[in-house]
T-cell receptor, first 113, second 114 residues
Framework: KAGVTQTPRYLIKTRGQQVTLSCSPISGHRSVSWYQQTPGQGLQFLFEYFSETQRNKGNFPGRFSGRQFSNSRSEMNVSTLELGDSALYLC????????????FGSGTRLTVV | AQSVTQLGSHVSVSEGALVLLRCNYSSSVPPYLFWYVQYPNQGLQLLLKYTSAATLVKGINGFEAEFKKSETSFHLTKPSAHMSDAAEYFCAVSGGGSNYKLTFGKGTLLTVNP
């Protein structure tokens, strides 16, 4: 079956702009999580959605937001981009609360210049 | 609160040698534990998971890990390293229940020498 699909794979944005990243989970998976990966901070949890409801949120500023659609696809948005937002953004999906393990996509590499 | 400590940011082994990557966790509730591998410019691939069943967990590519509650450890092992095992490995903990997030360690970069 198809894995977790993230688009686009690479993005270059200018400081102050906003960006939207997309994630399509594995068919049947209703939980979608987002993580930010940087060399300095490692892997950090952004938020998790289940059936269009945000169930958990990490310690990121309000410029980071997300949503989930009825077909379980998810988007995350970052407004007023800062240089420090440059990172690999990873999406993960699971059937329910990760008991089956989380399957990750290949990520979106965001570079803010 | 949960946390993960991976001992050794870089481990180097010879091909055919034992691989041992260390992970210690802290959790206020019975944890779910995971090991992931990441190859350059790729996402994370699940190697194995512990979710309160057998304490010795077997995963893909010949890897296994043992959950030791008394030592709060979940070390990853492989009897014989292969060149293709060179990658970065992450240990992660989840609290299960209403805790819907993974807390990751800083990662261990495994180098396999010919």
């Amino acid at each position: 079956k198809a894995g977790v699909t993230q688009t686009p794979r690479y993005l270059i944005k200018t400081r102050g702009q906003q960006v939207t990243l997309s994630c399509s989970p594995i068919s049947g998976h209703r939980s979608v999580s987002w993580y930010q990966q940087t060399p300095g901070q490692g892997l950090q949890f952004l938020f998790e959605y289940f059936s269009e409801t945000q169930r958990n949120k990490g310690n990121f500023p309000g410029r980071f937001s997300g949503r989930q659609f009825s077909n379980s696809r998810s988007e995350m948005n970052v407004s007023t981009l800062e240089l420090g937002d440059s990172a690999l953004y990873l999406c993960a999906s699971s059937l329910e609360a990760g008991l089956d393990g989380y399957t990750f996509g290949s990520g979106t590499r965001l570079t803010v210049v | 609160a949960q946390s993960v400590t991976q001992l050794g940011s870089h481990v180097s082994v010879s091909e055919g040698a034992l691989v041992l990557l260390r992970c210690n966790y802290s959790s206020s509730v019975p944890p779910y534990l995971f090991w992931y591998v990441q190859y350059p410019n790729q996402g994370l691939q699940l190697l194995l998971k512990y979710t309160s069943a057998a304490t010795l967990v077997k995963g893909i590519n010949g890897f296994e890990a043992e959950f030791k509650k008394s030592e709060t450890s979940f070390h990853l092992t492989k009897p014989s390293a292969h060149m293709s095992d060179a990658a970065e490995y992450f240990c992660a903990v989840s609290g299960g229940g209403s805790n819907y997030k993974l807390t990751f360690g800083k990662g261990t970069l495994l180098t396999v020498n010919p």
